[in-house]
């Protein structure tokens, strides 16, 4: 199994950092695979909320080729999707979700944000209605470069949110990042909305992983860890969280 090269607390979050991003991912599957197949164990099933994002690729691919958890025992959901936008469109977190994760591992059942829904506020309610009827085992979280979780921006994060799903704009930091990583030609194609998970509804999983790997998270990991605890950077909200815990490559450490 991977192990960090070192450990440390900053307030109530485990911050892990890892040599390389093999032994980060190793570890993380290693975590998602104990955490379901324990609340399994315990309940008969389990629930889990994943990310998207180029970082989590590599991470999905090791955890559908992994044993040891009864996929059809669990409920997957997924944190945000774009306002508008087509589920078979290449950039939609659902197909990416759906290739990549449902038709490997075959889980209970998979609950997609429609992002395109006729009333999309009503998508809203019946996506905090979904998320509600069960007990949530584990979130994983990715970091952005703007320091969001989720579609979170620092002009939206809400610490006390009441809602647990909501319709957010985008700020230009991250709709930059999305063109930057291939999901759009240019900003001109990237939605300016998205439907998404808060903040507290995130964190009120019985275990949450956030995994932030190479050099474009040192600005944001630094912000994160060191930083002070404001939704100008979101992801510092973990540190109030006693169940979260932060992985880092060394790249993205380097800053510390």
């Known amino acids: 199994m991977g192990s960090p090269d070192k450990s440390f ?9 890892y040599t390389s991003p093999a032994d980060l991912y190793e570890d993380a599957v290693v975590e998602t695979r104990t955490r379901l197949a324990q609340a399994i ?15 989590q690729i590599d991470f999905l691919q090791l955890l559908a080729e992994s044993g040891d958890v009864d996929w059809s025992k669990v409920t997957l959901y997924h944190m945000d999707e774009y306002l508008g936008l087509p589920g078979d469109h290449p950039a939609s977190f659902r197909r990416y979700m759906k290739e990549r994760v449902e038709s490997l591992l075959k889980p ?33 979280l ?7 979780l989720a579609f979170n921006d620092p002009h939206v994060a809400n610490f006390g949110d009441v809602r647990a799903v909501k319709i957010v704009s985008l700020d230009e930091t991250c709709r930059l990042q999305q063109v930057k990583q291939g999901h759009f030609p240019d900003i001109h194609t990237m939605p300016q909305y998205a439907l998404t998970i808060t903040i ?32 100008e950077c ?22 510390l």
């Open 142 to 148: 990715g970091l952005g470069e703007n320091g969001h």
């Open 41 to 55: 164990e315990d309940k008969g099933s389990a629930a889990a909320i994943l990310a998207t994002g180029n970082t």
């Open 200 to 231: 507290p509804t995130l964190l009120s999983a019985n275990r949450v992983l956030c995994m932030a790997l190479d050099e474009r998270k040192q600005t944001p990991v630094k912000r994160l860890v060191q930083g002070e605890i404001s939704p």
């Open 108 to 140: 209970k059942e998979f609950h997609y944000l429609q992002g395109d829904a006729d009333e999309p506020i009503r998508e809203c309610e019946r996506y905090e209605s979904l998320l509600r009827a069960q007990p949530i085992d584990l979130c994983m």
């Open 9 to 17: 607390h900053v307030d109530s979050l485990a911050v892990k950092v």
């Open 234 to 255: 979101p992801a510092t909200a973990l540190r109030h969280c006693d169940r979260a815990t932060l992985l880092l490559d060394a790249t993205a450490a380097a800053s």
